[in-house]
């Protein structure tokens, strides 16, 4: 009974670990915006880290384009929409993680209603489009795809390749607008 209780405890402490660090990551992302804004001095590690943190940050995600556009007009095309969507795709990854441990906790809770098993049947049979679509468009919101992506058992490989194919056509499209500059 006792190790059943610590696992129960450990199950809904994990998610609210990752969460505060997400947000202490977009605190600190607020507070040393100016490390952040001369960061892009870096070159593409620059790049890679605006669009790292950017990413990891839940619902408070800076405008990383700007770094790929100002990229764009310095580097080639490729290698600056390669970091930049390598450093969103591992950012995202976070809400990721957050959706998949607590997975277990809303699966069981939510099993027997019929929007979840709709909810869950619909991203199986459709979620890698979703979450293409989701993750080119740019939108502030695409971390609540990222948790859902978790909480609905997606694969993380699978997660990481489309999020990262779909952040690369993105934003190489941006750093071409960065060549206009």
């Known amino acids: 009974m006792?190790?059943?209780?610590?696992?129960?405890n450990s199950n809904k402490i994990v998610p609210a670990?990752?969460?505060?660090?997400?947000?202490?990551?977009?605190i600190a992302f607020f507070i040393f915006r100016d490390f952040f804004k001369e960061s892009i001095s870096l070159g593409l590690l620059g790049i890679?880290?605006?669009n790292f943190v950017s990413n990891a940050s839940f619902f408070i995600s800076a405008p990383s384009f700007f770094a790929v556009i100002a990229g764009g007009a310095i580097y080639p095309l490729f290698f600056v929409a390669l970091v930049a969507s390598l450093?969103?795709?591992l950012g995202d990854m976070l809400s990721f993680i957050v959706g998949s441990?607590?997975?277990?906790?809303?699966?069981?809770?939510?099993?027997k209603k019929i929007w979840y098993n709709v909810l869950v049947h619909f991203f199986k049979k459709h979620g890698s489009w979703v979450l293409f679509i989701a993750a080119f468009v740019p939108n502030p919101i695409f971390?609540?795809?990222?948790i859902l992506a978790g909480v609905l058992g997606f694969s993380p490989i699978k997660?990481?390749?489309?999020?990262f194919i779909a952040r690369f056509f993105k934003y190489l499209i941006f750093a071409k607008i960065g060549t206009y500059f």
Do not use: T
Request: aromatic share 14%.
């Open 2 to 8: 006792e190790l059943k209780k610590i696992k129960s």
């Open 17 to 26: 670990v990752i969460f505060v660090l997400s947000i202490l990551s977009s």
């Open 48 to 50: 890679f880290i605006i």
């Open 87 to 89: 450093g969103a795709s």
């Open 101 to 111: 441990s607590g997975r277990r906790l809303l699966s069981n809770k939510f099993n």
């Open 143 to 146: 971390d609540s795809f990222g």
């Open 159 to 163: 997660y990481f390749i489309i999020v």
